[in-house]
């Protein structure tokens, strides 16, 4: 090998070995990785790194005159290193098409492919037939070359047409990776079946496993976020079925009561009470953001319910010009619905609640305050966690966010952030 050639291959091996050096940091640190996905690529790069390897001493054997058996061994596992990929690739689509090894056809075609090609390259350390290393150390290709190269290609065309297969059982992320992880490498070994092109191999392995690492990734990330999205949607409808139970006798109480006293009223708070039912049931088979204006109706039907019972001791103010924007269902009526509970003192005058909105350079507001008891951040009472599990939905749903000040003069003040990116 010339000078020149030594530095190309020395430097597209060591390009192969930085990205597959890359590849096994990523599956290490990345969270969102379920644990057999972190081994497949765990081992998955750590055999890139060691055909890299093998490779530079492949070609530093053939550059230090050494062309004899130990040279036909490192290439030999040169060989090795770089197939047992393409075998692994086939594991994993069966494992994400939701398959069993052991029992899948495609797996034991391409296993037997494997184990033929390993045993015509122990064939080559004893012969001549398939290549030989020319005077000038060159390496020189004999007509059976090709038959070595040839199980690979088509286990790789086999992984391809397993792959649109079961594309119907993928993800089309992880369907999309699998194509980008296959056609290159398909592509490099046809081509090496006529021209050597071995680092350009390794460089196609490297790139495709990254590329492939990442669509998968970002596939489970995403997988991830549903589930976790369906777990805020859960919580609400669990704060939907655990409606106080006291509030509920209190309303029908005072239904009770005013239906002699004033019917008229009593007709109303029905009303009011039957639209604030309906959209707490509502709430729950919604597992999107919805219009502000309606959790605005369901926070004026809670609170004309509760204000039927504390007519002179609870007031509510809106200040709402903004509406134009989207929240998580049961979002501001819980709020409310936690100030009126744990912010009202009977004893100590009047019950102020203030609902505002307001549009800002980026998002859009809700501020919800109030005069009563305050709000104590170190304490850890069922209103609080309320309060937290409504700060997880935004943070899940559209990226908003929830803080929670004292009032000036006392009481406390919610206020309630929705990213423009969310808000429409």
């Known amino acids: 090998m010339n000078d020149w050639s030594s530095v190309f291959y020395y430097t ?5 070995m930085l990205l597959s050096a890359l590849g096994l940091w990523f599956s290490l640190i990345m969270p969102g990785v379920n644990p057999w996905s972190k081994r497949f690529f765990l081992s998955f790069f750590g055999v890139l790194m060691l055909c890299c390897y093998a490779a530079i001493v492949e070609i530093a054997l053939l550059n230090n005159g050494i062309s004899g058996l130990i040279y ?12 047992l990929p393409l075998v692994m690739l086939t594991a994993y689509l069966l494992h994400a098409s939701g398959e069993h090894i ?19 390259m122990a064939g080559t350390l004893f012969n001549d037939r398939f290549y030989m290393i020319g ?7 004999k007509p059976l070359y090709p038959l070595l190269i040839l199980p690979l290609c088509v286990i790789m065309v086999l992984n391809l047409a397993g792959t649109i297969k079961r594309r119907a059982r993928l993800s089309r992320k992880v369907y999309l990776s699998f194509l980008v992880a296959i056609v290159p490498m398909t592509a490099a070994l046809f081509i090496h079946i006529l021209i050597d092109v071995f680092a350009f191999i390794d460089i196609s392995l490297a790139l495709s496993a990254l ?14 976020q549903r589930y976790q999205q369906e777990i805020a949607h859960q919580r609400a409808s669990i704060m939907v079925l655990q409606m106080r139970p006291h509030f509920i006798y209190n309303t029908m109480t005072s239904i009770y009561c005013l239906c002699n006293q004033d019917p008229q ?3 109303q708070v029905v009303l009011d009470f039957t639209t604030y039912l309906r959209k707490n049931f509502t709430a729950i088979a919604s597992a999107e953001p ?30 709402t010009p903004h509406t134009m924007f989207r929240v998580p269902p049961l979002t501001l009526q819980p709020i409310v619905e936690n100030a009126v509970k744990h912010g009202r003192d009977p004893y100590a005058g009047p019950f102020h609640i203030f609902i505002r909105t307001r549009k800002t350079d980026s998002a859009s507001e809700i501020t919800v305050s109030d005069n009563g008891s305050g709000y104590d951040p170190a304490d850890d009472s069922v209103p609080h966690i309320a309060l937290n599990n409504i700060r997880q939905r935004l943070e899940m749903m559209c990226g908003g966010k929830l803080t929670i000040t004292p009032n000036d003069g006392g009481g406390t003040v919610v206020t309630v952030t929705i990213p423009d990116s969310a808000a429409v």
């Open 12 to 16: 597209l091996q060591g390009a192969a």
């Open 72 to 83: 036909r061994f490192s290439l030999f596992m040169t060989s090795l290193l770089m197939s």
């Open 102 to 120: 052991n029992s899948s056809p495609l797996f034991t075609v391409v296993l037997s492919l494997w184990v033929f090609m390993i045993i015509l």
């Open 135 to 141: 005077p000038d150390m060159e390496f020189l290709r």
């Open 211 to 224: 590329s492939m690492y990442g669509l998968i990734l970002s596939d489970q990330i995403e997988r991830n």
């Open 265 to 267: 009223k009593a007709r």
């Open 290 to 319: 919805i219009p502000f204006s309606a959790e605005l109706e369901h926070v004026r039907a809670y609170l004309a319910v509760e204000k039927a019972q504390y007519e002179d001791s609870l007031f509510v103010e809106y200040d």
